[in-house]
């Protein structure tokens, strides 16, 4: 048998300066300057809706306790001989898993974010697992199930980790092995110095480690998996998850054999037990540091592109004859949108068409399907993309432009008593669009508008929301991930503490009050133009193409799939004529 750090009776007391132990600590540099520059690289990019959605502070905590792991090990080799004996039984019982709860907790994000993300994709139908049914219950899983999603991840998290490390304490106070003046009578040993050491490195002490990996990588990681396997999402998630579980399944076991099976006692000189842990960590930091880094590079040159496409279609609409030309141009671009759309519902007929490729990336081809039938690409931002606030936003401020009396469109009128009673409706449902889709802490999920058309929005909507919502918790400026983790509890109208959560519910009380103040002078029926206008750009340079994309990619796929019928059928014909004559 092995011990954790390939210590044996033989061993001497020394650093061992082999040049495997030498590769094994260069190795673990390097990785550890890459991994730094990813890390940096999702710092910088924190604001990108692909690292925003995660939860960058929980996902940096985690790989930070699970990589504390991964580099205690890499120095294994040269310093086994000289650590403490006790020092990596500390090292697996503690820092592995906190990093790994705080890991799982972290990715489990990803089915909280789709389900609340539903709610844009089918906005008459209610979220599975409504919570609404425990606000009247009481005790402590009443309590429990009152709470937000990020309270819940915390406290589930807080106590599986104080559990294990709980027991971990005990098995190290019962133990003689680590202590041979103390504990319980006949678990010390005996021997060398080195041989008590290697005894260390191993035996029954070590079980709450063990099971711990076991409950994460084989129970919860597979059960996380299940629920998201009718997920497929553009931000790369959904892939992070498959990649982590299958990951994390053979390291226990191939630990538990490299420590017990003395057929594998051979490696030692090499290859370490814990290094199957840490082959597990690598690919974990890979998918959730690199990832990411990439989704976000691939979504600044998709974005690129974007533009690129309409700058070369506005530069050939210049060259072409006056408006005859921009109005033929509108309409095949039209054309085309209209197949995309149709193909959403149907892949039957002949619903190909390439004409205006590049006229159909363009902002007239976006606002056509917002006005026209925005549901496809609502159910696209929503399922796929996680961003369905955003179309649901121009949908509303769309809906809310039309309704607008037309006395109120004329923004150089003069307000008078009567102009101010028309306002009171309008600016009720202006107050509701930004207490539901912009104010940081209101709003489920944000949209992401700039800081000068925020504070525009807050100066005229801020105080009513405040009367109407209630007081909201402000931003501490000196903490960088504040903003990321605000995604990591949003406001929902079904959770929370029973006495917050009618205030903190949009929806529910929007039905129920009206804002009955002064109307700022600001407002006018241009109030949302530059929030509009922003979220417009960030539509189409980032989820526009993506749907174009993929659904032309289907429309050929189905194209294809007819043709291979049409072609079965026409052999089937010529094989029935062939048995008849």
């Not at 921009?326 to 039209?334: H, M, V």
């Not at 109030?527 to 193409?545: Q, R």
Request: glycine fraction near 8%.
């Amino acid at each position: 048998m092995g011990s954790e750090l390939g210590v044996t009776g033989d061993s001497k007391s020394q650093a061992n300066l082999s040049p495997v132990s030498v590769w094994w600590i260069c190795y673990g540099c390097i990785w550890t300057f890459f991994l730094c520059l990813g890390i940096a690289y999702m710092v910088i990019h924190r604001n990108s809706p692909t690292i925003r959605i995660r939860g960058l502070g929980l996902m940096l905590s985690s790989i930070f306790f699970l990589h504390l792991y991964f580099w205690s090990v890499q120095f294994g080799l040269c310093m086994g001989n000289v650590m403490p004996g006790d020092a990596m039984f500390w090292f697996m019982g503690v820092w592995l898993p906190v990093g790994l709860s705080l890991f799982y907790a972290s990715n489990a994000r990803f089915l909280h974010i789709a389900r609340l993300q539903k709610k844009y994709a089918y906005p008459c139908s209610r979220l599975p697992g409504d919570s609404s049914k425990f606000r009247r219950q009481s005790g402590l899983m009443g309590r429990f199930h009152r709470l937000d999603y990020s309270s819940k991840s915390f406290l589930v998290v807080g106590v599986l980790m104080f559990v294990q490390i709980g027991l971990s304490v005990l098995m190290y106070l019962i133990s003689r092995k680590y202590h041979p003046s103390w504990g319980i009578p006949g678990t010390e040993v005996t021997g060398t110095p080195m041989e008590m050491k290697a005894e260390q490195g191993r035996g029954w002490e070590w079980w709450p480690g063990i099971v711990s990996q076991f409950v994460w990588c084989w129970i919860i990681a597979p059960i996380t998996l299940w629920k998201a396997r009718d997920i497929h999402d553009t931000q790369g998630w959904r892939t992070q998850t498959i990649a982590c579980v299958i990951a994390g399944l053979p390291a226990t076991p191939l630990w538990l054999a490299a420590i017990y099976a003395d057929g594998m006692a051979y490696m030692q000189s090499v290859w370490l037990p814990p290094q199957w842990i840490c082959v597990s960590i690598l690919v974990i930091e890979i998918f959730t540091i690199f990832l990411p880094c990439f989704e976000v590079w691939k979504r600044q040159s998709l974005r690129q592109d974007t533009l690129d496409a309409i700058a070369q279609w506005e530069a050939r609409n210049k060259s072409s004859s006056g408006e005859g030309g921009e109005a033929k141009s509108l309409a095949s671009g039209s054309t085309a949108v209209e197949s995309i759309l149709s193909a959403w519902k149907s892949t039957k007929g002949s619903i190909r068409s390439d004409a205006s490729g590049e006229s159909i990336l363009t902002m007239g081809a976006l606002e056509y399907v917002l006005e026209r039938n925005p549901a496809p690409l609502q159910e696209f931002s929503a399922l796929r993309e996680f961003s369905g606030e955003n179309i649901a936003f121009l949908t509303a401020v769309a809906e809310w432009k039309h309704s607008l009396p037309v006395a109120l469109r004329d923004t150089t009128a003069i307000r008078d008593d009567k102009v101010q009673e028309l306002m009171r409706e309008p600016f009720n449902r202006a107050l509701h669009i930004y207490a539901e889709y912009v104010s940081p802490g209101h709003a489920e999920f944000p949209v992401n508008v700039s800081h000068q058309v925020l504070r525009k929005l807050e100066r005229i909507f801020e105080k009513p929301t405040l009367l109407l919502y209630g007081e909201r918790e402000e931003p501490e400026p000196a903490t960088p991930f504040k903003e990321t983790f605000d995604l990591d509890s949003p406001i929902t109208p079904d959770t929370g503490d029973s006495e917050k959560g009618l205030k903190n519910s949009v929806r529910e009380i929007r039905n129920l009050v009206q804002y009955w103040g002064d109307i700022p002078e600001e407002f006018d029926a241009s109030i949302f133009d530059e929030s509009e206008g922003s979220i417009k750009y960030l539509v189409l340079t980032n989820t526009w193409p993506k749907f174009i994309k993929i659904h032309r990619s289907s429309i050929s796929s189905a194209a294809t799939l007819e043709a291979g019928v049409n072609v079965v059928g026409l052999n089937d014909e010529r094989s029935e004529k062939s048995a008849r004559t």
